[in-house]
């Protein structure tokens, strides 16, 4: 049995370990025949008999689990790090990923602990300024749990790279002085100007005190997060004690409170409000009929859709095209057909000759109806009571339009115009008179989108084919179906 | 008389304090190395914590808090008795910097009261946003309020110096808002909500096809901490399983980092159309629990919904554990052979212990004490695994099964 005798802080050079256990490991020492101790203690034991370091390769994780946990206060630290070497290098490759076995549990929690440091080294320095023959230093003392000050310094250098700044703290001292990081000396209390200015200023003081709500005492959640170990260094704990114990009165006192009269100033902006609503000037009536379909709750869908989609287009358009209901992009942007089935409805409509800004474009439905999944929204067909509420707005835009002919996109609109089921497939490319006066029917755009390339191509044309024939009826007599 | 800086910090940052959001996570990395002052590491930093159990992350205040709205549920309102206070842009920003310095911020939260206009008030938390980057260099984290109804162009001006912006819903349903705050259009809210989705979008698809060599000059970022938003709990009658459909919408339409719930308080000022009693924390809190089942364990919300059946969450109880009791036929799972999904379903494991597990048994099987050191609540999981050594028998059947796993009430610690 051996002794390794290391420091206890390996937090500026691990070599030391890294060294023994290397030698350890080359006199094929099982964890039983090697004990390591921090701190050099007096011990029996004899020391490591020299021999050759050979060259060791660990799996990449190992030392960052390595580097983490050595920092740790733990005496065990080094012997279980030994431990671990040795069975990754007798036939236990994968223990890392272990994390279910004693030794690697034990180490990852170190390590756990030690990054929980940093991150609260990072949170509680507070610095005050304070001058000295350079100018502005920016000082703090602080406590960290283990030995992670070198490891916390890179992220006060790059936030705060432009200024002086010092902290000191019982396992050492950390200066930036614009250039370079240094350290130094461990410094066991904080000197009197850290207590002075900065963070336990009026400033910081009075924002932690009042951005408390003294409703909702949770002191089991703040002490969770913020250990009493840190508060001696935290200017604002000082305030914790009373904010508790008046905690209770104040919030009774909130409870109790009575509606208090509204300030004078109150009703008279809610007179200018009232007034600047009452002039505003009558819309014409197809954005007058947009408006109130704004407001629409004739059915459930509204509830979860941004906004009613309204048609866009001229107000004297000779066509009109119908769709089924917005989607996703059209729901954000409150624009009917914008989203992929626009893009290659607008294809189709150039390739039949029709422009179209010179359509009035819509749809059956003017709300989304979707499913949402995790951060996306699965779009679902209307169904006929939700396209019968929303006939209202499709007939009032009609009315106001008056197109001569009107284009149903797909079985929805179909429903939607026709009041009945219509068989998309065995009536395209007829035009029937209905009650809203010549409809086309055909295919929904969308429908193109969801068919295998070698399909869509074929069927593509076939779209364009029928929208041909609305482009012929718009400028000629054509013969209606029964 | 004027009131001091200090004066003012008391009534905008009590005015701002019920807002529940002060994260400084995600955000685009960067440091001042290169100039200037401050840093964004990705992850947050909670430099505080204050009795209530919350983080102080960013310096969260109003503008100012006067306005001209009158929602029953802000302290703000134009019918509140509080003292009413208006910062300078040039108050802020030395506010900010200065507590920035000294280590105790990790940025700014800004939010208003609408003074006049949204117009106007969107462009003065603008200039605050741009006087912190343009003229002092601040590369620290900035969460804006985004405010309804105000000009696109705006909104686009913010998302370029802010790494988060927000809009809240105030309330999870149309009625409720408009009984309660009459003035504001929840249309408004979700088209603005919209709007910065599709920004946050299409900057994000300039990006991508630069870094594929398209274009040549570096889209500017927006929001690259992405949006929030968040709804007041209890101030009307929604059921959790109705907010919790809400949120689940909201997540979907507008792609947000997170929907905050602020359990309804009394401020003291209090409005008549509302309740006169606190909510219970606890609700609050098993509804952020069910939020990150619907998101991180793979429930879906209906399945929630089956085990809420008056509609409100368990408040004795975890909601997964609420699901597993109602879903006992699903259980026990087997540790060594269960899928990732199976796992996370049972109670007691969080997505780092599934991992964990997963990855554990690729080199042999698992005990019951192999699991017990991966996770803290190895009581509640029991129940419903088996491992190579361990089976529930029958107490998985037993009725007496929750009370057994319900926390005991324990006296609030004292300190």
């Avoid at chain 1, 913020?226 to 009165?249: D, V």
């Avoid at chain 2, 017990?372 to 190579?388: N, V």
Wanted: aromatic share 8%.
């Amino acid at each position: 049995m051996y002794l390794v005798s290391l420091p206890a802080d390996l937090s500026a050079d691990d070599a030391p370990f890294r060294d023994a256990a290397r030698r350890a490991l080359s006199l094929n020492l099982a964890p039983e025949k090697v004990s390591f101790s921090a701190n050099g203690e007096a011990s029996l034991l004899g020391p490591l008999p020299d021999a050759k370091a050979a060259p060791l390769t660990v799996p990449p994780g190992f030392v960052e689990l390595m580097e983490l946990a050595i920092l740790h206060r733990a005496a065990e630290r080094y012997d279980l790090l030994y431990q671990m070497l040795w069975r990754l290098k007798h036939g236990e490759a994968g223990l890392l990923a272990r994390a279910s076995d004693p030794c690697v549990a034990r180490l990852q929690g170190y390590a756990k602990a030690v990054r929980r440091d940093i991150h609260k080294t990072h949170a509680f320095v507070r610095f005050s300024e304070v001058q000295d023959n350079m100018g502005t230093l920016h000082l703090a003392f602080f406590e960290p749990k283990h030995f992670t000050l070198r490891r916390s310094a890179p992220f006060f250098r790059d936030r705060f790279a432009g200024l002086r700044w010092r902290i000191e703290t019982p396992v050492g001292t950390v200066n930036w002085d614009r250039e370079t990081l240094s350290f130094g000396a461990a410094v066991s209390a904080p000197s009197e100007p850290t207590r002075a200015n900065g963070a336990s200023g009026e400033l910081w003081q009075t924002y932690y005190r009042t951005t408390f709500n003294p409703a909702r005492l949770r002191i089991d959640a703040m002490t969770a997060e913020m250990p009493k170990h840190y508060w001696r260094n935290l200017p604002e704990a000082a305030q914790i004690q009373k904010m508790i114990r008046e905690a209770g009165s104040r919030e009774r006192t909130m409870l109790d409170s009575a509606p208090s009269p509204a300030p004078r100033f109150a009703e008279r902006i809610a007179e200018r409000r009232a007034f600047a609503e009452e002039t505003q000037a009558p819309l014409a009536s197809l954005e007058a009929i947009k408006q109130s379909a704004g407001a629409c709750t004739r059915c459930p869908l509204h509830a979860g859709a941004t906004q009613a989609v309204f048609g866009e287009g001229p107000k004297d358009a000779a066509l009109m095209l119908v769709g089924e209901q917005p989607g996703d992009q059209e729901d954000l942007a409150g624009r009917p057909f914008v989203g992929p089935a626009g893009q290659l409805l607008d294809q189709a409509l150039k390739d039949a000759g029709i422009a179209r800004s010179e359509a009035y474009v819509t749809n059956a439905v003017k709300h989304f109806k979707y499913e949402p999944r995790g951060k996306r929204r699965i779009h679902k067909k209307p169904n006929a009571g939700e396209v019968s509420a929303c006939r209202w707005w499709l007939d009032a835009e009609i009315a106001e339009v008056r197109p001569q002919l009107i284009v149903a996109l797909g079985a929805t609109a179909g429903l939607s115009l026709f009041g009945r089921q219509v068989s998309v497939m065995k009536e395209r490319g007829q035009i029937f008179e209905s009650a809203q006066g010549r409809v086309l029917l055909t295919v929904h755009p969308s429908y193109l989108l969801r068919l295998p390339p070698e399909e869509r191509a074929r069927e593509y044309g076939r779209f364009v084919a029928d929208l041909a024939i609305a482009a012929r009826v718009l400028s000629g007599p054509v013969e209606v179906a029964a | 008389m004027a009131l001091s800086v200090l004066q003012k910090l008391e009534i905008l940052a009590d005015a701002a304090k019920y807002d529940a959001s002060c994260a400084s996570s995600g955000g685009a990395k960067r440091n001042a190395r290169g100039g200037g002052i401050g840093s964004v590491t990705g992850a947050g930093i909670c430099h505080a914590y204050t009795p209530d159990g919350r983080c102080v992350s960013l310096l969260k205040i109003l503008l100012t808090n006067f306005c001209i709205y009158d929602c029953s549920y802000c302290v703000s309102r134009r019918s509140s008795d509080v003292a009413r206070a208006r910062f300078t842009v040039d108050e802020v920003v030395g506010l900010t910097l200065d507590l920035y310095r000294q280590n105790c911020i990790e940025g700014l939260f800004l939010s208003s009261g609408i003074a006049r206009s949204a117009d106007e008030t969107m462009e003065d938390l603008t200039r605050v946003a741009r006087t912190l980057r343009d003229a002092h260099g601040f590369r620290g984290y900035i969460h804006l309020k985004t405010i309804p109804g105000a000009d696109e162009a705006l909104i686009a001006q913010a998302g370029r110096y802010a790494d988060r912006l927000s809009m809240n819903v105030e309330l999870p349903t149309e009625p409720s808002l408009t009984r309660l705050a009459p003035e504001k259009s929840a249309c408004e809210i979700r088209v603005g909500m919209a709007s910065t989705r599709m920004r946050i979008d299409e900057a994000k698809d300039d990006r991508v096809a630069y870094a594929r060599g398209r274009g040549r000059a570096k889209p500017p970022r927006f929001a690259p901490a992405g949006q929030s938003t968040q709804m007041i709990v209890g101030a009307d009658n929604t059921s959790d399983a109705d907010i919790l459909t809400a949120s689940s919408s909201l997540y979907a339409s507008y792609r947000l980092k997170r929907v905050y719930y602020s359990a309804f308080s009394p401020t003291g000022h209090a409005a008549a159309a509302l309740p006169s009693r606190p909510v219970p924390l606890l609700r609050e809190h098993r509804l952020y629990q069910s939020d990150w089942l619907l998101r991180f364990y793979g429930f879906g919300v209906d399945e929630l919904r089956g085990s809420m059946p008056d509609g409100m969450l368990d408040l004795a109880i975890d909601p997964k554990l609420a699901w597993a009791l109602q879903n006992r036929d699903r259980f026990p799972v087997d540790l060594n052979r269960a899928s990732k999904e199976e796992l996370l379903r049972v109670p007691g494991l969080g997505t780092k212990a599934v991992q964990r597990i997963v990855a554990s048994r690729r080199s042999g099987r698992l005990r019951l004490d192999d699991v017990a050191r991966l996770t803290a609540s190895i009581k509640r999981a029991r129940p419903f695994l088996t491992a190579l050594d361990w089976h529930p028998g029958a107490s998985l059947d037993h009725a007496f099964l929750r009370d057994r796993l319900a926390p005991q009430p324990v006296q609030l610690p004292l300190l």
